[in-house]
């Protein structure tokens, strides 16, 4: 098992990312692929609540920051939509496998798959070897991600870790623990 070494751990002070590939084994990636499919063709969004995902702030605070579905959304599975992928009434005007931006925000509390990877030895002590690459973004890095006008899902798992101690998560962040699903403890 190795850890990071200094020359990773330079270039991701340098550059404010780190690419590490390896970090998942094929079987693991398969696995998450396989259980996304499932969750997907089990998805039942009410027609209300078949918000389409920007990174854009006015976007953002017409579509999203006006809908308890998203900012209630951090203790729960959800499903958020690529732009123009419904019709007037809401109707998918594509296969809803292909209409999904993201899955969030609690796969990593909610579903074993996920939760097993999210929560495994190989997270605490990072160690490499297997096919699926790890992307480190520090989180003082402005990163966002565009809307995706491929015919391929980006097919990423995305969690964030935080320093806990002498921390103060910001009020402000739209991402709030809950009493049902507090931020948990990576290491205790």
């Known amino acids: 098992m190795a850890c990071l070494s200094p020359s990773q751990l330079q270039k991701f002070q340098q550059d404010g990312f780190l690419v590490l590939e390896g970090f998942l084994s094929a079987e ?7 259980r996304i499919g499932e969750i997907v063709a089990e998805m039942d969004v009410p027609l209300h609540c078949r918000t389409e995902f920007s990174t854009q702030e006015e976007e953002q605070l017409r ?12 203790d729960k599975i ?14 998918f005007l594509v296969p809803p496998e292909k209409s999904i931006n993201k899955i969030g925000h609690a796969l990593h509390a909610h579903d074993p798959v996920f939760k097993s990877i999210t929560h495994s030895f190989k997270v ?3 160690h490499f070897g297997g096919e699926g690459a790890l992307v480190l973004i520090h ?9 995706n006008l491929s015919d391929r899902s980006r097919q990423a798992y995305t969690f ?17 623990p809950t009493a049902e699903l507090p931020f948990p403890q990576l290491y205790t």
Do not use: I
């Not at 499903?79 to 109707?91: A, I, L, R, S, Y």
């Open 28 to 34: 693991e990636c398969v696995a998450m692929q396989q």
């Open 63 to 74: 579509a999203q920051g006006s809908t308890d579905y998203f900012l209630s959304s951090g």
């Open 78 to 91: 959800r499903f958020f939509f690529e732009k123009g992928v419904f019709d007037e009434k809401g109707n």
């Open 124 to 126: 605490q002590q990072p």
């Open 139 to 147: 989180g003082e890095v402005v990163h966002k991600s565009k809307q």
């Open 160 to 176: 964030h870790l935080m320093e806990a101690s002498g921390t103060t998560w910001s009020p402000e962040n739209w991402l709030q």
